[in-house]
């Protein structure tokens, strides 16, 4: 089959060019609602998967799906504390932290809008174990006071957070005597004090959760069995990268459905925008169609010179939609974890298989827009081509 050469496609886009971008405007619309959506959730996901380290195990009390509606008693504490295996630091104290995790209401800088936020108990041991975690302005605070430190999206975000500021809950005043930086993983949103202090303020008597870290990372299961045999132990363990992991599944899951959903919905107009700009086009160039039956191009060669037609043109609104969502990784932005009803800051990423998805969702629209007037071109007959022109 002797085919039309592209250059006559690209030739017939430019004469129409300015047809040709109106479409493509339209379609770089969808495709950056697209973009933006799935560039959201990989956001979300790599923020929340980013926060745990590989070497280490967190524990939460069996059943419990996040770190505030789970328990660890004292009793329990210290029989973790006790498994062998557990790796020590350079002055021989056992890696592991022992943390309460509650919500604190707080307003925010920029409307004065209340949001929930994380406040964890550590000590300098959980900070060891999360080596992603540095101290930018400031210092740490000092075990058994009433000191805490912000993350930097909070101190960024939110009212009394900043370095110097006081913070007033649980019936005290606590001072903010440091910033840090956590590579812009969860965080970064968090809150962080004395553990016992804590525990003290707001009246727990079980932690939240444990993190630990071990002498030999492949000896996990091991533990993992050792822990399920123990029935004075009521508690899940598992790698602390596969917990944030899950952390991140419902609210990445909810927003790329929802955003998924409006971009088909808006895809709609895109592809009918698209079969409009390929009718009109036909219908111009009747003449042509019929010179090229005339010179013994085939029905399918005229079927694929007009489809090839609406996927250029598909493919560069779809060009200028990544382009234009990919300055989105510059914002950062934050909204409610689902999972634990608090504030998660994160930016938006693009990576290799956004951009795959992206331009194969942008060619079927074009496919689908450009189909039926590419088959009405491809149907008519030389003689009534010629006749018409």
């Known amino acids: 089959m002797k085919a039309i050469p592209f250059s006559y496609v690209a030739r017939n886009l430019w004469v129409r060019r300015v047809t040709t971008l109106l479409t493509a405007g339209g379609m770089a619309l969808v495709i950056f609602v697209f973009t933006v959506v799935l560039m959201m959730s990989e956001g979300i996901r790599a ?10 195990i967190l524990v939460l009390r069996k059943g419990a799906g996040a770190e505030i509606n789970s328990g660890i008693s004292r009793d329990q504490a210290a029989i ?30 920029s409307n004065g809008k209340p949001s ?36 930097r999206s909070i ?7 900043g370095l110097g500021e006081t913070l007033h809950f649980a019936q005290r005043d606590w001072v903010v005597v440091g ?28 932690y939240s959760t444990i993190v630990f870290r071990l002498n030999d990372p492949t000896a ?18 598992k790698p602390e990268i596969q917990f944030y992991a899950e952390q991140s599944e419902a609210l990445a899951t909810f927003i790329r459905i929802l955003g998924l959903s ?94 795959f998805k992206t331009l194969m969702f942008s060619l079927i629209m074009g496919f689908i827009g450009g189909f039926i007037p590419a088959w009405r071109a491809s149907r008519m007959k030389i003689v009534d081509c010629l006749r018409a022109s």
């Open 220 to 237: 996990t299961t091991a533990l993992q069995t050792a822990i399920t045999n123990d029935p004075r132990l009521q508690i899940d363990a």
């Open 116 to 151: 929930n936020v994380t406040l964890r108990g550590t000590s300098a041991l959980g900070l060891e174990l999360r080596p992603q975690v540095k101290m930018i302005e400031g210092r740490m605070f000092r075990p058994g006071t009433s000191e805490i430190i912000a993350g």
């Open 262 to 355: 409006l971009s088909v919905i808006f895809s709609i107009g895109a592809i009918v925008g698209a079969m409009i700009t390929m009718f009109a086009a036909v219908a111009q160039r009747i003449g042509e169609i019929g010179t090229l039956r005339a010179l013994g191009f085939r029905r399918s060669a005229v079927l694929v010179a007009f489809l090839s037609e609406s996927l250029l043109l598909s493919l560069v609104g779809g060009v200028i939609g990544l382009f234009a969502a990919s300055w989105m990784q510059a914002v950062d932005i934050s909204t409610t974890n689902f999972q634990t009803f608090s504030e998660l800051a994160f930016q938006f990423k693009l990576n290799g298989e956004i951009i």
């Open 80 to 109: 973790i504390e006790s498994l062998p295996g557990i790796a020590t630091n350079k002055e021989g104290k056992a890696l592991i932290s022992k943390e309460p995790v509650v919500l604190n209401n707080l307003p925010k800088r």
């Open 179 to 206: 910033i840090f930086d956590s590579g812009k993983t969860g965080f970064d949103s968090e809150i962080w004090g004395d553990n016992e202090q804590m525990m003290a303020a707001f009246r727990r008597n079980a």
């Open 155 to 161: 101190s960024r975000g939110f009212r009394g957070t």
């Open 47 to 56: 923020t929340l998967v980013a926060t745990g380290q590989p070497d280490n």
